[in-house]
């Protein structure tokens, strides 16, 4: 009577190779990773795009932008909109207290925002090279691991004069576990990372929209257009 084999997973990734056991435990990082940054990432573009609707709310209401400038100068961590507000208008302040002409303090303006443009990118755009890296190579890594397990497998086989099912069925199943969590880890960084820059996209168009629109009320008030 043929002793039954454990077939269970835990089983399976315990005895399997030093090789594939180190491209599971890689594996199994980066999807860690993954979801921490997902999780991340999904509370950051929730959050820009209620202060964006906040601040065109604030904004296009007709207030005194004097004021609003004033009450976002005290506060500390401005993102969005208010951010490039903020650098475009002090610029612009700073430009006209010292008695540049329109064109220098329109050129200054445009370099203050464009500045403030590309911070906003380069923090929506954070971490999502990582979930592309892992979305487009986790596949590849499990693969890796499934065919040194299984070239292992094999080369066992030679060691013994009767080959099974028994025998072959551990070695392959073990080895296929690890393109299993390959794909665990893919999967969803490839989809997160697709919502996330279709996120960061629609964010730096309304932001760069909010930049030009400001910059022509300055260009108005800089060359006393009413």
């Known amino acids: 009577m043929n002793t039954p084999v454990d077939m269970s997973i835990w089983h399976l990734v315990s005895h399997a190779s030093f090789v594939v056991q180190l491209v599971m435990l890689l594996l199994i990082a980066a999807s860690v990773w993954s979801w921490n940054i997902i999780f991340q990432r999904r509370t950051l573009y929730r959050n820009a795009t209620q202060a964006a609707d906040a601040f065109d709310t604030e904004f296009w209401s007709g207030g005194d932008i004097n004021a609003l400038h004033a009450r976002l100068t005290r506060e500390q961590d401005l993102q969005g909109q208010a951010s490039i507000f903020r650098a475009g208008f002090k610029e612009f302040m700073r430009l006209r207290e010292k008695g540049a002409d329109a064109d220098a303090v329109m050129q200054g303006v445009t370099r ?37 397990g299984i070239m292992t497998s094999f080369m066992g086989l030679a060691k013994v004069q009767q080959a099974t099912l028994a025998v072959v069925a551990p070695g392959i199943a073990e080895a296929l576990i690890a393109t299993a969590i390959g794909l665990f880890a893919a999967i969803p960084a490839v989809l997160a990372y697709n919502r996330f820059s279709a996120s960061s996209n629609d964010l730096l168009t309304r932001y760069e929209t909010f930049a030009d629109e400001f910059l022509g009320i300055l260009h108005r008030e800089a060359h006393g257009k009413h």
């Open 112 to 148: 203050s925002m464009r500045i403030a443009v590309t911070q906003e990118q380069s923090r929506l755009e954070a971490s999502l090279n990582f979930l592309a890296s892992v979305g487009s190579t986790s596949p590849y890594v499990g693969l890796f691991g499934t065919v040194w």
